[in-house]
C-alpha cells in the first residue's frame, strides 16, 4: 500500500508564496506521472500542474508563469511552488500520483490540503 502526504498549504496575502510538498511512502514502488489537483467550493477538481517520469511538465494556464512543479525521484516527493497568489487560488489541493507495484498500476490521492489567499 502506497501513500501520499501532502504539506505546505495555509494563509496567505495576495501576492505571496505557499510550497506545497507530498510525499509517497509504502513499499516496492516507484511513481509514473504526479501531479497536483485542487478543487474550490462549489467547483470541480481541475488539474493544476502534472510532471511525468520523463518528458514536459504540464500547467493549466491560470498557473503558468506563477506555480512551478518538481519532483525529487529518489524521496519520491513532488513539490508545487506556487508563487504570484490571488484569491482565485483558494481551493483544497490535493496531490495525485500514478504507482507502479509489483501487482498494479494504480492512481493514489493525498488528503487535501487547504490553501486560502485573502487579505
Known amino acids: 500500500q502506497v501513500q501520499l502526504v501532502e504539506s505546505g498549504g495555509g494563509l496567505v496575502q495576495p501576492g505571496g508564496s505557499l510550497t506545497l510538498s507530498c510525499a509517497a511512502s509504502?513499499?516496492?514502488?516507484?511513481?509514473?506521472?504526479c501531479g497536483w489537483y485542487r478543487q474550490a467550493p462549489g467547483k470541480q477538481r481541475e488539474l493544476v500542474a502534472i510532471?511525468?517520469?520523463?518528458?514536459?511538465?504540464y500547467y493549466v494556464d491560470s498557473a503558468k508563469g506563477r506555480f512551478t512543479i518538481s519532483r525529487d525521484n529518489a524521496r519520491n516527493t513532488v513539490t508545487l511552488r506556487m508563487n504570484s497568489l490571488k484569491p482565485e487560488d483558494t481551493a483544497v489541493y490535493y496531490c495525485?500520483?500514478?504507482?507502479?507495484?509489483?501487482?498494479?498500476?494504480?492512481?493514489?490521492w493525498g488528503q487535501g490540503t487547504q490553501v486560502t489567499v485573502s487579505s
Open positions: 509504502g513499499s516496492g514502488f516507484s511513481i509514473n506521472a
Open positions: 510532471i511525468p517520469s520523463g518528458g514536459s511538465t
Open positions: 495525485n500520483a500514478v504507482v507502479t507495484t509489483a501487482r498494479s498500476v494504480r492512481e493514489y
